[in-house]
Antibody
């Protein structure tokens, strides 16, 4: 059974940083691109970033480019999202997903507030 | 960037009704489109992939179709558990883009 389990969400002040993690199981993690998608409270879904199975190339939404960094550790079956220079508008549930087959985790909440 | 224009933004319908939700892409995306259902507090669940293929385990009352850059999700006979928000997602090119969502409510 495929599982994606996110962690790392927290309440953080504007300008702060977090590292989100997503542990994958049930498939050969290193073979597949993985993505982060977010959803602000009461809003729609927004694609954030994707990384290939090997770790390169990577892709980012304009809204996060230069502030967020996606990475992966295939030896640990783990996907990461380093989020820096956080803004109030980054408040959202962050999901990791294997978009190509529709596998999604349950999400981790990031709240940016003073 | 590819824009996905989804309509309607909300829809009231009754159990047993047939409903249709549409996404129009701003340029060609082949069949690189999925339809998702999301219920409050839950992760999105994919219903349709490759524009018209039914995800395993999804009831056959859900179907997808495509005509050029217009994509349609149809629910043939609404059930109580189908009241939710629906999104399309294009994954043809980066940035991936979602439709704005359709909230399906009970009439």
């Amino acid at each position: 059974e495929v599982q994606l389990l996110e962690s790392g969400g927290d309440l953080v002040q504007p300008g702060g940083s977090l590292r989100l993690a997503c542990v994958a199981s049930g498939f050969t993690f290193s073979s597949y691109a993985m993505s982060w998608v977010r959803q602000a409270p009461g809003k729609g879904l927004e694609w954030v970033s994707t990384i290939s199975g090997s770790g390169s190339p990577t892709y980012y939404a304009d809204s996060v480019r230069g502030r967020f960094t996606i990475s992966r550790d295939n030896s640990k079956n783990t996907l990461y999202l380093q989020v820096n220079s956080l803004r109030a508008e980054d408040t959202a549930v962050y999901y990791c997903a294997r978009v190509s087959v529709g596998y999604w985790g349950q999400g981790t909440l990031v709240t940016v507030s003073s | 960037d590819i824009q996905m224009t989804q309509s309607p933004s909300s829809l009231s319908a009754s159990v047993g009704d047939r409903v249709t939700i549409t996404c129009r892409a701003s340029q060609g995306i082949r069949d690189d489109l999925g339809w998702y259902q999301q219920k409050p507090g839950k992760a999105p669940k994919r219903l349709i992939y490759a524009a018209s293929s039914l995800q395993s385990g999804v009831p056959s009352r859900f179907s997808g179709s495509a005509s050029g850059t217009e994509f349609t999700l149809t629910i043939s006979s609404l059930q109580p558990e189908d009241f939710a928000t629906y999104y399309c997602l294009q994954h043809n090119s980066y940035p991936y883009t979602f439709g704005q969502g359709t909230k399906l409510e009970i009439k």
